[in-house]
């Protein structure tokens, strides 16, 4: 099983501000890694995968980047639909496990 | 459109099984891997494991081992997660989800999740 430690858990940042969120594997998953944004009542969307690539639709102020063990999600500058929670998912290996999440606060 | 559509809320005693079901449409079917993933009020989210609507072929995650049976019907492009011996602890929104492609990993497509109630 591979381990995964997401950080932080909890991210209070203001509109127009830029943030990163992590993600660190127990061993190297080379870039199968996706990250996902989820709001509050509804189902997690696809933001990015092959640890870089963004999704059709997603606007560019999101990016991803990293490969082996460590990885980040970026948000360049923060509106308000980008408060939600954001998790990590390694596709590497199973069980295809899921980050711990990190919740977007606003301050 | 593209999308699948869950069963209903579901109310279980401690002991019992459910069985949630997704139905794909706007794609075809048998072209995508299923995953399930579940996850318990406030908190994070929790893969099951994902089956292959072509073959049938399924893989689960070691906790659900012994517990859980993923089963599709073709016929009506349909996905089943079975959950058995059922105790408060799987009380959670289950949610059924489509893999980018074929063997992808990765999820482009969920449902809106069925909450499954564990309780005596």
């Known amino acids: 099983v591979i381990w995964m430690t997401q950080s932080p858990s909890l991210l209070s940042a203001s509109t127009g501000d830029r943030v990163t969120i992590s993600c660190r594997m127990s061993?190297?998953?080379?870039?199968?890694l996706a990250w996902y944004q989820q709001k509050p009542g509804k189902a997690p969307e696809l933001l990015i995968y092959?640890?870089?690539t963004l999704q059709s639709g997603v606007p560019s102020r999101f990016s991803g980047s990293g490969s082996g063990t460590d990885f980040t999600l970026t948000i360049s500058c923060l509106q308000s639909e980008d408060f939600a929670t954001y998790y990590c998912?390694?596709?590497?290996?199973?069980?295809?496990?899921f980050g711990q999440g990190t919740k977007l606060e606003i301050k | 459109q593209v999308q699948l559509v869950q069963s209903g809320a579901e109310v279980k005693k401690p002991g019992a099984s459910v069985k949630v079901s997704c139905k794909a449409s706007?794609?075809?079917?048998?072209?995508?891997?299923i995953n399930w993933v579940r996850q318990a009020t406030g908190q994070g989210l929790e893969w099951m494991g994902w089956?292959?609507?072509?073959?049938?072929?399924?893989g689960y995650a070691q906790k659900f081992q012994g517990r859980v049976t993923m089963t599709r019907n073709t016929s009506i492009s349909t996905a089943y997660m079975e959950l058995s011996s059922l105790r408060s602890e799987d009380t959670a929104v289950y949610y059924c989800?489509?893999?980018?492609?074929?063997?992808?990993?990765?999820?482009?497509?969920w449902g809106r999740g069925t909450l499954v109630t564990v309780s005596s």
């Open positions: 989800a489509r893999e980018y492609t074929a063997a992808a990993g990765f999820i482009d497509l």
């Open positions: 998912q390694q596709y590497y290996s199973f069980p295809h496990t």
């Open positions: 706007g794609y075809t079917f048998t072209s995508y891997d």
């Open positions: 061993q190297g998953i080379s870039s199968y």
């Open positions: 092959a640890a870089s």
């Open positions: 089956m292959n609507p072509n073959s049938g072929n399924t």
